[in-house]
């Protein structure tokens, strides 16, 4: 059974079912992985909005989902979709992951 | 900078850097981080035990970091790594996503 934190939250990983390249991490409650499942397409729960969000709903850049799955623990999950418009990243980028680390804690672009 | 949550955790996604594999999701505090960049090999933080752990510790297992990305909103890591030994997962699969959710909530076999 899935394990959902204190806040009643998984969190979820969400990966280009083509490339392979994960997109973004976010949230899921009980009921965003219900609408998720019930539409096909990926809900988040916002926890600085404390709200449910169908990913896409304002740039049209939707997730339709193609695999979900469930890790040995059953406290996250991993979501293959196929990714609609140019990015995932609010943005404007293909992924949220667009800037590396740097020993001095500074960001450079992702090669 | 980057924004660990109020347990001072940071979520971070664990990628086979060959083949692209999403092989676990784990989280970091500040320290586990700093031990990861320091050594090269990745670290997490368990909140089941409290405790630092280095990833292959017992098995073997270690992870290599090759890249270390951050997303847009500075709250999540995205973390490419050699996976050294056969597995990544402690029940001995390459990946912890070895099942898939049903929709009855029931898991099935990663096909």
Not at 46 to 72: F, P, T
Not at 80 to 103: D, F, K
């Amino acid at each position: 059974m899935l394990k959902f934190d204190r806040q009643g939250l998984i969190p979820t990983v969400i990966q280009d079912n083509t490339t392979g390249e994960v997109l973004m991490v976010a949230f899921m409650n009980e009921e965003a992985l219900r609408l998720t499942r019930e539409t096909g397409y990926t809900h988040f729960f916002s926890r600085s909005r404390n709200a449910i969000w169908r990913k896409g709903e304002q740039s049209g850049n939707v997730q339709e989902v193609r695999d979900i799955l469930v890790n040995c623990e059953e406290n996250s999950l991993l979501i293959r979709v196929i990714q609609h418009g140019e990015a995932a990243c609010h943005e404007g980028y293909r992924s949220c992951y667009y800037r590396r680390l740097l020993p001095d804690n500074a960001y450079a672009a992702r090669a």
